[in-house]
DNA sequence: TGTGAAACTGCAGGGGG
DNA sequence: CCCCCTGCAGTTTCACA
């Protein structure tokens, strides 16, 4: 993988901020020039650095305002291939890791109400080879940023 | 708050997966002029449902490849607002919620490596009414998505 | 629908390996 | 010596009233 240098932060650092900016007015900023800034947001993308760009969507707006971690525990060896295949077509799984501890993984899970979130949690324990699952609600989102 | 129709469930869709499409590439998917769609958006922007856009990067890329889920128990009984005021200027700190169960509250931190997140603990425990602190270690990321 | 501005491609110049 | 990166001007598309 490419090292990124000064120019590049920059650049990043203003589309994380503004991912609609043109590229005349992240020129602007880390001065360059429009073509100039293309180059490097094209080969950013190319080199996977920049994932791509998404809106930042007000979750009560959403009225999916039920959210809860979800600790699950498997049967047996699993490689984090494999849960990661079972839970990617979950929408309702907003990130997924396998972590230390006495859990294999753990799972950000937002769902409409108490209703959606038993749906989806069926849907996760039936994905995979889950042995069981220890869930904890989400009583008020303190915190969430992207990637600073 | 407003309630969103069809369409803007679509548009949002479509932002979210690429928060630099055109209005006229939106509208072709949801059926809508160009104008249209800028309406639509404008207006989700003044109403708050979109709260902006950013580009998503590869943690990988940044090299802060540390990343751990940190449960909080406190001292007494702590309001949302002042644990939220005490972490909100902790970088590391990707997202906070309080939550159900013993412990009071869940953060996600990421750091550059090991001593980077023992400092990033410190910080957070000294910040706030903290008592003690529980962390687990990401083991791999399988998913992370914004805000589907 | 029209005007203005933005994005995208080819070409020439310059600095570093 | 070559290659990569930058800046400039062409056309085409898009945004905004």
Request: glycine share 6%; proline share 5%.
């Amino acid at each position: 993988m490419r090292q990124l240098d000064e120019l590049d932060e920059k650049v990043l650092a203003c589309l994380t901020r503004d991912a609609r900016a043109t590229y005349a007015q992240v020129g602007d900023v880390v001065g360059l020039s429009a073509p100039a800034v293309k180059r490097r947001v094209d080969r950013l993308l190319d080199d996977g650095v920049i994932k791509g760009f998404t809106a930042v969507i007000d979750p009560d707006a959403m009225q999916w305002t039920t959210e809860a971690y979800v600790q699950v525990f498997c049967r047996g060896n699993i490689s984090p291939e494999v849960l990661k295949e079972a839970w990617e077509p979950i929408p309702e799984v907003v990130s997924a890791a396998t972590i230390t501890g006495q859990a294999d993984a753990l799972l950000r899970v937002r769902a409409g109400d108490v209703r959606h979130l038993e749906r989806a949690l069926e849907r996760i324990r039936s994905a995979g080879p889950v042995d069981h699952s220890e869930s904890i609600i989400v009583l008020s989102q303190l915190i969430d940023r992207g990637h600073p």
